[in-house]
């Protein structure tokens, strides 16, 4: 049935008049751009990633055609079997290019590679015989038959009819290599989605798995390289051109430089760049989402491909959206595993979205590569988010557990968001969930083992590193360094040690400065608990600081003691030795997460998962643990 169908289609394609065709290829191609919503997305996005600085016009201009010479090549593929050579000789002509390379095998006969890209009319490349002037050499062609036997022989007859011969992968490649042997052609597709047995590569920056197919017969057989495509000229109208690879007879240069060619030949030629298929997903192999946040391949030609290129690093092209949670504390735990996807994805451009607080902070880290700020709740607050498709992001990976945070990620038409489900919730609008295991005991493990595991079920294998971002300042060793107080906290009143208690603390320590610090939200408490102390010995710095003098303050400190709140992570993270008081909250599910010196401190009687009274945690108890990194104790302590 399948062959009666293609049949009868090619007949009638073959017997059509061109203006008709042309106006078919034109309406259906503009149907799949247009009313496709899914296969456009995909055309604009390669495009846009292939070409970031070229404007969005131009990209429908070349996306739209692409798709009609997609269609005129399926017109052209289906009629091969009822044009004649007369018919041919109208369609197809050889460039000067073309001719010399036979000329030059007449002349010096060596085994030689024709390497195509998945450029539209491919089709004509098998009725080169027909214009290429003397004998024609001993030419096979690889091909990748159908499923179907007796469409796969009705096809294998029609392309073979004018002296090339169709070798089957499926059986193999020992013709291919006899032919070769022989001193003849041999034609490949050269493809850049050749899943994990493709080498790891970059096409236009992005990386990809690359066929090695090409690199390893041609250093087999020191074999010429030429690389083929049709220059579409008009409707059914092509002139097939070769350009020869030069190569030092290893397949890392073949494969690296058949990938560099296509890159110079799609971004200097508007018109063969919209032959090119952008339809087709060609990095989709980097996208699997069991292995999302690493790289994965057979082979690994990165490093050498940095160094044909000349660069230092790998292009940052592999656009990864990370939605931060919305408190700070949750955002400092969260630092280790941004850190683990960069060094497991070295070519994505990691773009950070979250409060736009937190972007001075964020941006002095370096550990990304831009920071969008969330908009303020309004009535545009989810336009803002349908407005970033246009950036095309590749993933969306949501650390937020929300319906809106889900409804962000799918407004942006983002093919791939991930997040977490915990046992008895959905998320619907998530594109691919890590189900929290019914087992994993939230009140005894760490959200960020948590978060790992979560990560780690997508594909990132790079370990967690937790070196403090930053390391005290030298200030810090002072004898005058101040012992730093944070004694508010924004979201729960019952994780304030009392206020009597913080004054308890300071007075038992006469001779030592202390600095308060805090949010405008946390001034209050913070000028309850200095009052009456002289201002140079306790200074209120609560909410008088931006992030990034906060954080130089605090790195400033001896030591900070803190209750549990996003300051405590935040001085952590900058290597500040913590007192850390915990009261009703769970150190083991929420306590601090970098390697430098703290102490967790709770009330007399609290389990190892908190539930106690802050308020029963004595001063003295306290007191007693700072004592060690006061200037009299001598040496710091560092539990």
């Not at 319906?403 to 942006?412: H, I, K, P, W, Y």
């Amino acid at each position: 049935m399948l062959t009666f169908v293609l049949r009868t289609i090619g007949w009638i394609a073959a017997h059509t008049p061109e203006i008709f065709l042309r106006a078919l290829a034109a309406g259906l191609g503009d149907f799949i751009f247009y009313a496709l919503p899914r296969r456009r997305r995909l055309v604009l996005s390669n495009l846009h990633h292939a070409f970031p600085d070229r404007p969005a016009a131009w990209h429908r201009a070349t996306g739209r055609e692409s798709c009609r010479r997609l269609i005129e090549t399926g017109l052209l593929s289906l009629a091969t079997p009822y044009l004649d050579a007369a018919r041919w000789r109208t369609i197809i002509a050889a460039s000067p290019a073309l001719v010399a390379a036979h000329t030059r095998h007449h002349r010096d006969p060596a085994p030689t590679l024709i390497c195509s890209p998945h450029l539209a009319y491919w089709e004509a490349q098998t009725a080169q015989p027909l214009v290429v002037p003397g004998p024609f050499p001993e030419f096979g062609i690889i091909f990748r038959p159908l499923d179907n036997p007796a469409a796969n022989a009705f096809v294998t007859r029609s392309r073979e009819r004018f002296g090339m011969k169709l070798l089957s992968r499926k059986e193999g490649f020992a013709e291919a290599l006899k032919i070769l042997r022989r001193r003849g052609f041999v034609g490949v597709l050269f493809d850049q989605n050749a899943g994990l047995q493709g080498a790891l590569t970059t096409l236009f920056g992005r990386v990809c798995a690359t066929t090695e197919l090409p690199g390893l017969m041609a250093e087999k057989f020191s074999a010429r390289v030429y690389g083929i495509f049709p220059r579409r000229r008009a409707f059914w109208r092509v002139e097939v051109d070769v350009a020869e690879i030069a190569h030092d007879n290893t397949s890392v240069a073949v494969t690296l430089g058949l990938n560099r060619w296509l890159e110079a030949l799609l971004a200097g030629d508007d018109n063969l760049c919209a032959s090119w298929l952008w339809a087709h997903d060609r990095w989709r192999n980097q996208d699997m989402p069991a292995k999302r946040f690493r790289l994965e391949a057979k082979r690994d030609l990165l490093a050498a491909e940095l160094a044909a290129r000349g660069l230092a690093a790998l292009p940052r092209r592999t656009r990864i959206w990370v939605r931060l949670p919305n408190w700070l504390g949750d955002v400092v735990i969260a630092l280790p595993l941004l850190r683990a996807l960069r060094a497991g994805r070295p070519d994505a451009e990691i773009i950070l979205v979250g409060k736009a607080a937190f972007l001075p902070l964020l941006e002095s880290w370096q550990i990304a590569d831009r920071f969008v700020a969330l908009p303020r709740p309004s009535a545009g607050y989810f336009a803002f988010f349908r407005q970033l498709r246009f950036e095309f992001p590749d993933v969306w990976l949501l650390f937020t557990n929300s319906f809106r945070g889900d409804l962000e990620a799918r407004l942006t038409g983002c093919r791939q968001r991930f997040g977490l489900v915990r046992p008895g919730k959905s998320r619907p609008l998530l594109s691919h969930r890590f189900q929290v295991p019914a087992d994993f005991d939230e009140r005894t493990r760490h959200q960020l083992e948590l978060w790992e595991n979560f990560l780690r079920h997508f594909g990132l294998a790079a370990p967690l590193d937790r070196t403090p971002l930053a390391s005290p300042a030298p200030a810090a060793a002072a004898p005058d360094a101040p012992v730093g107080l944070i004694p508010g906290s924004e979201n729960t009143p019952e994780k304030r040690w009392p206020v009597a208690h913080w004054r308890t603390l300071i007075e038992s320590h006469p001779g030592t400065r202390f600095q308060i610090f805090g949010t405008a939200n946390d001034a209050p408490i913070a000028a309850a608990v200095a009052a009456g102390f002289a201002a140079d010995r306790v200074e209120n710095l609560a909410g008088k600081t931006d992030l990034p003098t906060y954080c130089a303050r605090l790195r400033a400190c001896r030591v900070l003691v803190t209750n549990d709140t996003g300051g405590m992570h935040l001085a952590n993270a900058l290597g500040v030795p913590l007192l850390a008081l915990f009261g009703p909250t769970n150190p083991l599910r929420t306590g601090p997460v970098f390697a430098a010196p703290c102490a967790i401190l709770q009330a007399p009687g609290s389990a190892p998962t908190g539930g106690g009274r802050l308020a029963d945690l004595a001063p003295a108890a306290v007191a007693a643990k700072l004592l060690p990194y006061l200037p009299s104790a001598g040496t710091s302590a560092t539990s």
